[in-house]
């Protein structure tokens, strides 16, 4: 079974402050993806990369980067994270035309 | 631009009764539209995608290309039904992005 695995399942930052969010996955897939989940609004594409090196923004790309060094590890960074970035973050992985996600990262700003 | 539409944000259903879960899309090309699901403490998972045209737990969902739908329909609920459901739609392209509609959270009442 796929697995994608995020580092961290809650998270508490200060308004400023540079935020990491990791995600692994363990089956080879080219096709990696962030997303931020909110109530009413659905999931929202922030970053994708279909390989290593290469990334494309997504639809809220907006105060977001993200790193992919190598193929299984997909990094989201919030460069000066703000109260409104307080979200649920969900990392994907493609494998055919499906999506395996990870747990999700529930992060608090204050 | 591309979009996916689903116009309720809660659905309420009797169990027995039957479910109908509406999504539309708007899409120029030749779209892939699939259904996640996400059950309470769970990771969001593929319902179905209307490419292999399967049942899963008694779903299925039949792409209309001339009405933009692709609703998800079940003949008689159940109380393990209740989730979040996402209507998502693959752009056939270099970029394999999936965009997600807002959602619509199912109650099953007893």
């Known amino acids: 079974d796929v697995k994608v695995t995020q580092s961290s399942r809650y998270l508490v930052k200060r308004t400023g402050e540079k935020v990491f969010l990791e995600c692994v996955q363990d089956?080879?897939?080219?096709?990696m993806f962030w997303y931020r989940q909110d109530p009413g609004l659905g999931l929202r594409l922030i970053y994708f990369?279909?390989?290593?090196?290469?990334?494309e923004k997504g639809d809220i790309p907006e105060g977001y980067s993200v790193s992919r060094e190598k193929k299984e590890r997909f990094s989201l960074i919030l460069e000066s994270a703000s109260t409104n970035q307080t979200s649920m973050y969900l990392c994907?992985?493609?494998?055919?035309?499906?999506?395996?996600f990870g747990s999700g990262t529930q992060l608090s700003v204050l | 631009a591309q979009r996916v539409t689903q116009p309720e944000k809660l659905l309420s259903v009797f169990k027995g009764a039957p479910v109908e879960l509406k999504c539309n899309y708007s899409?120029?090309?030749?779209?892939?539209l699939f259904w996640y699901v996400q059950y309470s403490r769970q990771r969001l998972q593929l319902l179905l995608r209307?490419?292999s045209r399967e049942s899963i737990k008694g779903f299925t969902a039949d792409l209309n290309k001339g009405e933009t739908s692709f609703h998800l329909k079940k003949p008689f609920a159940q109380e393990e039904d209740s989730a979040m459901y996402y209507c998502?739609?693959?752009?056939?392209?270099?970029?394999?992005?999936?965009?997600f509609g807002k959602g619509t959270r199912l109650h099953i009442l007893p």
């Open positions: 994907a992985s493609r494998g055919g035309e499906k999506l395996f």
């Open positions: 089956m080879d897939h080219e096709n």
């Open positions: 990369s279909y390989d290593v090196k290469m990334k």
């Open positions: 899409y120029s090309g030749s779209p892939e």
């Open positions: 209307h490419i």
């Open positions: 998502a739609l693959s752009e056939r392209n270099r970029d394999d992005k999936i965009i």
